[in-house]
């Protein structure tokens, strides 16, 4: 069995999704599991959507539920005008899909008041509207395809917008679902993205969470592989939107695509690596665009050469510097500040301390009035803001001659307010002002990936 994601470009249009049938056609043999995400941009809809409606602006929701519908149906008509049969099963399930939202956005609007738990209602939506439409092309391909609603298979707890999946539950729930859905069938289809409580109630598992879904189900069917599918070839040695001159990377371990992926490469979501890991099951990201093409291997690290393989970035951070006099030559200060983070759920990149100071830098889409609160009852916190994070990853780093040197050397003139070095081996990380961050990133990139030592 393998599992194969579809995110929302390659499920774009009606091009798009031809081309991804004809890619899932292929490898029927080897009885794919198809995640797929919502169309483009859907999911930014429903936020929009979700938003308007928690100020109570009825009209607006209205309109962008009409286009909401509009586009879907006029998807349905596109890709099965052939078929009619199949195409009126897709327009019943859209309309019952739209018709159900816009009771409950209606509702949302007469109350004012929008809770996390609503909100994860109204934004899993575009994954059932993709599946729904994909499921009855796929058919009219002549695949043979069975339907599984992922929310009878993702197990979360009740953080409703970026659920923690139990990993336990779910290994039990999936292989039978998945082995009754494939009776009769060639492929099955299911979202991304979605979840539930374990009673039931709808969560997500945060944006961009359909890699996750596909990583989870492919651990609890010991999948042969989990293919990612794409937009662009693979994973590349920097993001070329502000790199010039990157390559895609040919196979990486598991460990630098978790660091990557949690030090800002935008490839993967940062939770995939983990179940697949687990079960050592390969993680292949394709250009579903490109389907030839042999995108970027995740295996096992004794697969994988020593190197540099990337300079990733996170754009925007928060450098929370955080001094007390209480911390010279006491024991537990560093637990009682880090208890405060885990409370918060502030999740911390890197981490640097001497004496009397300790700084940690944070992405700053998360919220740290809590944690800057708490902390200040003892200790003074002043938080710089306009900070971005460079990471240079690679497996073994440490063991290359020079690295340190290289790495710095293009930055004699720029200011570098933290660096740490994972014991792991495989990430070297400071920072930077963020003024100065796409230089930084163009400058270490040219830098490694023009001396041949470093690869
Ligand atoms: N549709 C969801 C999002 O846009 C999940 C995903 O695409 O992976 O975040
Ligand atoms: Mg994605």
């Given at each position: 069995m393998i599992v194969m994601k579809f995110g929302g470009t390659s499920v774009a249009n009606s091009e798009a999704i031809t081309r991804t049938i004809s890619i899932v056609k292929g490898k029927l043999s080897e009885r794919p599991i198809v995640v797929v995400s919502a169309l483009s941009k859907v999911t930014d809809l429903l936020y929009k959507i979700a938003d308007q409606a928690a100020s109570r602006n009825k009209a607006e929701t209205e309109v962008l539920l009409a286009q909401l519908r509009a586009r879907h149906?006029?998807?349905?008509?596109?890709?099965?005008?052939?078929?009619?049969?199949?195409?009126?099963?897709?327009?019943?399930?859209?309309?019952?899909?739209?018709?159900?939202?816009?009771?409950?956005?209606?509702?949302?609007?007469?109350?004012?008041?929008?809770?996390?738990?609503?909100?994860?209602?109204?934004?899993?939506?575009?994954?059932?509207?993709?599946?729904?439409?994909?499921?009855?092309?796929?058919?009219?391909?002549?695949?043979?395809?069975?339907?599984?609603d992922a929310r009878s298979m993702i197990v979360t707890d009740s953080c409703y917008l970026k659920g923690e999946p139990d990993s336990a539950l779910i290994e039990e729930r999936v292989p039978a679902i998945v082995s009754k859905a494939f009776d009769g069938q060639e492929a099955v289809i299911t979202q991304g993205f979605v979840s539930a409580t374990v009673t039931g109630e709808p969560t997500v598992l945060g944006r961009g969470g359909s890699d996750y879904s596909a990583s989870l189900i492919g651990m609890a069917?010991?999948?042969?592989?989990?293919?990612?599918?794409?937009?662009?070839?693979?994973?590349r040695t920097a993001d070329p939107r502000k790199v010039e001159n990157t390559r895609c990377i040919e196979k990486i371990s598991f460990e630098e695509a978790a660091e990557m992926a949690h030090f800002g490469a935008k490839v993967l979501h940062p939770l995939t690596i983990e179940p697949a890991v687990n079960?050592?099951?390969?993680?292949?990201?394709?250009?579903?665009?490109?389907?030839?093409?042999?995108?970027?291997?995740?295996?096992?690290?004794?697969?994988?050469?020593?190197?540099?393989?990337?300079?990733?970035?996170?754009?925007?951070?928060?450098?929370?510097?955080?001094?007390?006099?209480?911390?010279i030559n006491t024991s537990g200060f560093l637990k009682k500040v880090f208890e405060i983070f885990s409370?918060?759920?502030?999740?911390?990149?890197?981490?640097?301390?001497?004496?009397?100071?300790?700084?940690?830098?944070?992405?700053?889409?998360?919220?740290?009035?809590?944690?800057?609160?708490?902390?200040?009852?003892?200790?003074?916190?002043?938080?710089?803001?306009?900070?971005?994070?460079?990471?240079?990853?690679?497996?073994?780093?440490?063991?290359?001659?020079?690295?340190l040197r290289k790495t710095f050397a293009p930055l004699q003139d720029c200011k570098i307010y933290m660096i740490s070095q994972g014991a792991s081996y495989v990430n070297i990380s400071f920072v930077v002002d963020r003024s100065v961050l796409s230089d930084v990133v163009r400058q270490v990139h040219k830098y490694l990936f023009e001396n041949e030592s470093c690869n």
């Amino acid at each position: 069995m393998i599992v194969m994601k579809f995110g929302g470009t390659s499920v774009a249009n009606s091009e798009a999704i031809t081309r991804t049938i004809s890619i899932v056609k292929g490898k029927l043999s080897e009885r794919p599991i198809v995640v797929v995400s919502a169309l483009s941009k859907v999911t930014d809809l429903l936020y929009k959507i979700a938003d308007q409606a928690a100020s109570r602006n009825k009209a607006e929701t209205e309109v962008l539920l009409a286009q909401l519908r509009a586009r879907h149906t006029g998807l349905a008509h596109e890709l099965l005008s052939g078929h009619p049969a199949l195409c009126a099963e897709a327009c019943a399930k859209i309309d019952s899909i739209c018709d159900e939202l816009e009771s409950f956005v209606g509702a949302v609007c007469s109350i004012g008041e929008l809770s996390d738990r609503s909100k994860a209602v109204i934004i899993g939506n575009g994954e059932y509207l993709s599946s729904n439409i994909i499921c009855c092309a796929m058919k009219a391909s002549g695949i043979r395809t069975g339907y599984i609603d992922a929310r009878s298979m993702i197990v979360t707890d009740s953080c409703y917008l970026k659920g923690e999946p139990d990993s336990a539950l779910i290994e039990e729930r999936v292989p039978a679902i998945v082995s009754k859905a494939f009776d009769g069938q060639e492929a099955v289809i299911t979202q991304g993205f979605v979840s539930a409580t374990v009673t039931g109630e709808p969560t997500v598992l945060g944006r961009g969470g359909s890699d996750y879904s596909a990583s989870l189900i492919g651990m609890a069917v010991d999948a042969e592989r989990i293919e990612i599918w794409t937009d662009v070839d693979g994973v590349r040695t920097a993001d070329p939107r502000k790199v010039e001159n990157t390559r895609c990377i040919e196979k990486i371990s598991f460990e630098e695509a978790a660091e990557m992926a949690h030090f800002g490469a935008k490839v993967l979501h940062p939770l995939t690596i983990e179940p697949a890991v687990n079960k050592n099951i390969p993680i292949y990201v394709l250009n579903s665009m490109n389907p030839e093409g042999t995108g970027t291997a995740i295996l096992q690290s004794s697969f994988i050469a020593d190197g540099v393989k990337s300079v990733s970035f996170k754009e925007n951070i928060f450098v929370i510097n955080i001094f007390s006099t209480k911390m010279i030559n006491t024991s537990g200060f560093l637990k009682k500040v880090f208890e405060i983070f885990s409370e918060n759920r502030v999740s911390v990149d890197l981490i640097s301390t001497s004496e009397a100071n300790i700084s940690v830098t944070v992405d700053a889409s998360q919220n740290i009035d809590g944690v800057v609160g708490r902390l200040s009852e003892f200790a003074d916190v002043i938080v710089d803001s306009d900070k971005s994070q460079v990471s240079v990853i690679g497996k073994n780093i440490i063991n290359l001659n020079g690295l340190l040197r290289k790495t710095f050397a293009p930055l004699q003139d720029c200011k570098i307010y933290m660096i740490s070095q994972g014991a792991s081996y495989v990430n070297i990380s400071f920072v930077v002002d963020r003024s100065v961050l796409s230089d930084v990133v163009r400058q270490v990139h040219k830098y490694l990936f023009e001396n041949e030592s470093c690869n």
